[in-house]
């Protein structure tokens, strides 16, 4: 019918099918039938997603050659998502990258990347992903079609793993990424300073809705200036008698967000699962909170919160002001917690 053919040509979803390359083949080939029979326009075409499968760099390299011609399909392109498929290596990067560089994709507005060449999505979280220069030259040729970005998924690319320079490729993405509403950097490398200056780019944009910077192995520990009375509460509660107030703290990705966390105005959801927010990053976040109007979740499991951590993020989600800053919470935030933890359950 008219309908579900016009369905169809808005979307090619091959999602977790366990496509191997003689299958992404046939099924090409399938399409290029149908779209001749139907008269598809490029400006049809809209989403491609075949992502969480078991694509090889050759199959890869397939698809890509066919998505200008015969199939005709980069110029109505709204989204891409390869994220998954981790036999995918370097050598598979190079046609993608060209095309990204023309740009082939004028309207792309969704990327997701994920995953490429960890060998199974999410089954090497620190050891797996793409070598320093692959993933810095993928981050660099994004940056034709930035602009229109609304979805970037860059997670469990192994960025910072091996060298600075896919870090700092990231970063100066992000600094031109003026619309982007979803961003996924889980599972890579930023260090203390490098999530900072990654904070900072996301920040400037203040579109961001959505972030997952969960398990950076990399933000487990730095040194960062205590902000002027956002933990007098918790070093009161915690400093055993006579212990010396210490002008720095130890911490992770929380602490290297502090400046720039606030300035995310429209962020609905944050995901900081496995990233050692400790009871001192978590007053530093309850303290964030008040900031934060239209915040309606936070992912915090893999934490050691503690109790008074805990204690502090209840405190604040309940709309409680904190130090006479800011105004009260619009909405209470879904706190996800570890619901079995003693900490958990004695605050």
């Given at each position: 019918s008219p309908s579900s053919a016009s369905a169809a040509a808005r979307q090619a979803s091959m999602r977790g099918a366990q496509l191997d390359d003689?299958?992404?083949?046939?099924?090409?080939?399938?399409?290029?039938?149908?779209q001749r029979h139907l008269s598809w326009k490029s400006e049809n075409f809209v989403h491609l997603d075949i992502a969480k499968n078991r694509i090889s760099d050759d199959g890869m390299a397939l698809l890509l050659s066919k998505l200008e011609e015969p199939l005709d399909w980069a110029k109505g392109l709204l989204s891409l998502d390869l994220a998954g498929n981790g036999q995918l290596s370097a050598k598979s990067l190079a046609p993608l990258c060209s095309?990204?560089?023309?740009?082939?994709f004028p309207n792309v507005k969704v990327l997701r990347f994920?995953?490429?060449?960890?060998g199974s999505f999410g089954g090497a979280a620190y050891g797996g992903g793409l070598s320093d220069n692959s993933c810095a030259e993928l981050l660099r040729s994004c940056e034709p079609v930035s602009h229109t970005l609304e979805e970037l998924d860059i997670s469990y690319l192994?960025?910072?793993?091996?060298?600075?320079?896919?870090?700092a490729a990231a970063i100066a993405l992000l600094r031109q990424c003026t619309v982007l509403r979803t961003l996924d950097v889980s599972g890579n490398h930023f260090q203390a300073c490098a999530m900072a200056e990654l904070c900072e780019a996301i920040a400037q944009a203040s579109a961001v809705e959505t972030l997952h910077i969960a398990h950076n192995i990399s933000c487990w520990h730095m040194s960062y200036h205590s902000p002027d009375g956002v933990l007098d509460e918790c070093?009161?509660?915690?400093?055993?008698?006579?212990?010396?107030p210490r002008s720095t703290l130890r911490g992770g990705a929380v602490l290297a967000m502090w400046d720039n966390l606030p300035r995310m105005k429209r962020l609905r959801l944050l995901d900081l699962r496995d990233s050692q927010v400790d009871p001192k990053c978590a007053f530093v976040l309850a303290a964030c909170f008040q900031f934060l109007p239209e915040l309606e979740a936070v992912l915090l499991s893999n934490n050691p919160l503690g109790s008074y951590g805990v204690q502090a993020l209840v405190v604040a989600t309940l709309g409680v002001e904190a130090h006479g800053r800011g105004a009260p919470m619009a909405r209470q935030p879904?706190?996800?917690?570890?619901?079995?933890?003693?900490?958990?359950?004695a605050a």
């Open positions: 003689k299958g992404l083949e046939a099924l090409l080939k399938s399409i290029g039938l149908r095309l990204l560089v023309k740009p082939a994920g995953g490429l060449g960890s192994g960025i910072g793993r091996n060298g600075d320079t896919s870090r070093s009161r509660a915690r400093r055993p008698p006579g212990e010396t879904l706190l996800m917690l570890d619901p079995c933890q003693q900490d958990t359950v």
